[in-house]
Nanobody, 120 residues
């Protein structure tokens, strides 16, 4: 089970930190990813992180502004989002995969999502 939190309303240029708490399995065995879906858009990859926490990958839209991290002792993955823009407005989902993947189809487990709204 994956449960996201930390979404909300923020002004452009502001920051938010999303969290995703996992339960039920050995957390460090999983690649964790963040995806988002804006209104009327397809779900898109944001970032992912290897189970060890050593390797990360970002979408071009997130690079330099967002940071993904994880705490395996707490079974939690984070997405620190800085310099937010109105186009970052979306429902953000965390997901878990057993292999390295940037495609949504590679992730077997999904959270319910948390809304992020960035006002201009």
């Amino acid at each position: 089970q994956l449960v996201e939190s930390g979404g909300g309303l923020v002004q452009a240029g502001g920051s938010l930190r999303l969290s995703c708490a996992a339960s039920g399995r050995t957390f460090s065995n999983y690649v964790m990813g963040w995806f988002r879906r804006g209104l009327g858009t397809e779900r898109e990859f944001v970032a992912n992180i290897h189970g060890s926490g050593v390797y990360t990958n970002y979408a071009a839209s997130a690079k330099g502004r967002f940071t993904i991290s994880r705490d395996n002792a707490k079974n939690t993955v984070y997405l620190q989002m800085n310099s937010l823009k109105p186009e970052d407005t979306a429902v953000y989902y965390c997901a878990a995969a057993t292999v390295w993947s940037v495609g949504a189809s590679g992730y077997a487990y999904w959270g319910q999502g948390t809304q992020v709204t960035v006002s201009s």
